[in-house]
């Protein structure tokens, strides 16, 4: 039987030609589920919380999506005229969705905005545009082609991405003008770009709960190194069947 996980998404207020609220997701994010034998279920911000509670209790993982940016009254800032579009409901939704897989020690993938919503959910902070931060133009918001790779990232070795990847050093794609600041109490930094900015983030007090700052679900295009993103989704994947096949071993003793 295939294993379920979780899977967030969006929705638009006003989408489609009825100008009404339309619920939306890239394709590839279940694209990348798929290939490595994960069947994802969509978790929608029009999901009232027990559904949401209730999507999650058939599921063995969670993967966070990429979006707008999170609202920053939920780091205790007030927004900076360059803060992208916010999505306060969906915020709501997948604070709610993060909060019920926890309860139940699911594995998370937290993907772009994904790993920056686990850090304010956590308690950290974000940089609400990495240019303002800087002072300057940056390299993390790429023009090439989807998919493409764009800067290296450095991990670290013993971290849970360490493990998952394999590697130490790897190319990666970059659609983010925001980025984390502080980071929240219990989470470690496990990759960080050529710039010191952080890239990928993982709990200490969860099984395995990681966030990358990059989309390793956008390799099916002229990326020439998919290696790395096809083994962090096949961790994934290892990981909350584990996690299945275990219950099911402490269900039959
Ligand atoms: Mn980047």
Redesign the pocket.
């Given at each position: 039987m295939s294993t379920r996980v979780a899977l967030t998404t969006t929705i638009d207020p006003r989408g489609g030609e009825h100008r009404k609220p339309r619920v939306a997701l890239y394709a590839n994010y279940l694209d990348a589920l798929q290939r490595v034998g994960l069947t994802p279920v969509l978790v929608t911000p029009a999901h009232g919380s027990g559904n949401i509670d209730a999507l999650l209790s058939i599921c063995s993982g969670l993967v966070l999506a990429g979006g707008e940016d999170i609202d920053p009254s939920r780091y205790g800032e007030e927004p900076i005229p360059q803060l992208g579009p916010i999505n306060p409901p969906r915020d709501v939704a997948e604070f709610r969705t993060l909060e019920a897989a926890l309860e139940r020690d699911l594995p998370v993938l937290g993907i772009c905005r994904g790993h920056q919503l686990l850090n304010v959910f956590f308690g950290g902070s974000l940089h609400q545009d990495i240019g303002v931060a800087t002072g300057e133009g940056h390299?993390?918001?790429?023009a090439t082609p989807w998919g493409s790779h764009?800067?290296d990232?450095t991990v670290e070795r013993d971290s849970r991405l360490g493990r998952a990847i394999g590697r130490e050093r790897l190319e990666?794609?970059?659609?983010?003008h925001q980025?984390i600041r502080d980071v929240a109490p219990t989470l470690e930094v496990s990759a960080r770009?050529e710039d010191g900015?952080i890239?990928a983030l993982e709990s200490l007090e969860h099984r395995w709960v990681v966030g990358v700052?990059?989309h390793p679900e956008r390799h099916e295009a002229e990326a020439q190194d998919t290696d790395a993103d096809l083994r962090l989704f096949q961790a994934f994947a290892r990981v909350v069947t584990e996690e299945k096949e275990e219950g099911r071993s402490a269900d039959a003793g």
């Open positions: 390299l993390h918001l790429q764009h800067h990232v990666i794609n970059s659609y983010h980025a770009a900015l890239e700052q990059w």
